[in-house]
């Protein structure tokens, strides 16, 4: 991926990864915590209420008999005429229908339960005197996640049982083996878990692109200092990054405004605005090397000398001969603009690149000329007609920039020698 390799870009990613990793460790460990917490509470309340239930669910089936309240008589339970021992059924109803495990004590013995042994049978005939003696005996309701029964662990919920006239002969009880709930817990935690999960893996999608836009402004703008630390000023930062509201934008118009304030310094002429002769050769450079790639992309190499330009400064001034200068410069730039580019050499000498073969390239210089033929500089009282002199080379593989610029100024002088306004190639 681009963006890896970009370091901003890693930093963002790994912190982010990071950061979602610990957040997804901490949430589903505090999660957890907080699902037992709320389980039990529910499971609590849920097993209370279901003790009660027990009670009363005997009481109204033993309405028939016209008592419909527990007493105990010889160490057993009894409602009514029955024993509850010998009731089963309601308390296996009871469990049928919830899912839980019921006991109804007599003091602290297990008169009646749901709960079997390793055999199978009902786990009765047994003692919970601590609960007994401690809680239920003084009219106290108990709860714990600690009970064992039978070597299984439960939580459950103790109710005191009372007699019509008020004394507590016994307990009704209403529990849940604690793996049912731990398996409830896990499935609650697991379900959050792929929830937060996913909800991560959007916030990690989201990031992502955010980074990939911020790395691409980051490259942008790189790439443009890049460019001009290696004196290119002429290449363009996009307007999207300059049009930007926010910092990127900010740093990109300060940037763009540096590039133009260092161009004109280091690249342009002062007079004319046309890149000066080092930055030409800058220029230069690059067509020559596209030129020598596999492909190869031509150019012609020309020089121009304004005619006769000593007896314009001469006749007029020198400052008639700037005004000279910076005409032709503008027609020079306009027209060949959409070829190449054009450069003040030294003196009254451009130089013009066209970036295409030497046939269309001089048709193209043929035009400029009579341009510049037919064009009259306007100063003080003084209307100045100008010609020019051309000299025009293609480049050809594998000669270098010297010999190019040797053999287009030897044309330059072919033509000076021959009459002037003229081009030569």
């Not at 002429?269 to 930055?279: H, K, P, S, V």
């Amino acid at each position: 991926m681009k963006i890896l390799r970009n370091s901003v870009g890693r930093y963002f990613i790994v912190f982010t990864f990071s950061f979602i990793i610990i957040l997804s460790t901490v949430f589903r460990l505090v999660s957890t915590s907080a699902l037992r917490q709320t389980q039990e509470a529910e499971q609590q309340k849920h097993l209370a209420t279901m003790a009660r239930e027990l009670v009363y669910v005997y009481e109204m089936y033993a309405k028939q008999s016209g008592r419909a309240t527990f007493y105990t008589n010889e160490g057993k339970l009894y409602l009514g005429s029955e024993k509850v021992e010998d009731m089963p059924a309601l308390i296996d109803r009871m469990k049928e229908m919830s899912g839980l495990e019921f006991t109804l004590f007599v003091g602290s013995k297990r008169e009646l339960t749901t709960i079997m042994d390793e055999t199978g049978k009902r786990y009765v005939n047994t003692y919970n005197v601590l609960v007994w003696e401690n809680y239920i005996s003084n009219g106290k309701p108990y709860y714990a996640n600690d009970i064992e029964i039978g070597n299984k662990q439960y939580c459950g919920y103790y109710i005191p049982i009372r007699s019509a006239e008020g004394f507590i002969i016994g307990m009704s009880f209403a529990g849940v083996p604690m793996k049912e709930l731990n398996t409830r817990v896990s499935e609650l935690s697991k379900n959050m878990t792929l929830i937060a999960t996913a909800a991560c893996v959007v916030a990690a999608i989201v990031i992502l692109l955010l980074v990939h836009r911020l790395t691409k402004r980051q490259k942008v703008i790189t790439t443009y200092m890049e460019e001009i630390d290696r004196g290119e000023f002429n290449h363009e930062m996009p307007e999207w990054i300059t049009k930007r509201g926010d910092e990127y934008g900010t740093m990109g118009r300060i940037l763009v405004n540096m590039n133009e304030s260092l161009d004109g310094k280091v690249q342009r002429d002062n007079l004319t605005g046309l890149y000066n002769r080092g930055a030409a050769m800058v220029q230069l450079k690059k067509c020559f090397v596209e030129a020598n790639t596999h492909d190869g992309a031509p150019f012609t190499f020309v020089i121009g000398d304004i005619d006769f330009f000593k007896k314009v400064n001469d006749t007029y001034g020198h400052n008639c001969g700037d005004e000279v200068l910076k005409k032709v410069a503008e027609i020079l730039k306009r027209e060949v603009k959409p070829y190449g580019f054009a450069a003040r050499w030294g003196g009254e000498e451009f130089i013009l690149v066209f970036k295409e073969k030497i046939g269309p390239a001089q048709k193209h210089l043929e035009s400029i000329a009579d341009i510049i033929r037919n064009t009259t500089v306007h100063y003080d009282d003084f209307d100045v007609k100008v010609t020019m002199t051309f000299g025009m080379v293609q480049y050809h593989a594998p000669n270098n920039l010297d010999y190019v610029i040797t053999k287009a100024d030897q044309m330059l002088y072919k033509g000076k020698e021959n009459g002037r306004n003229q081009i030569v190639s």
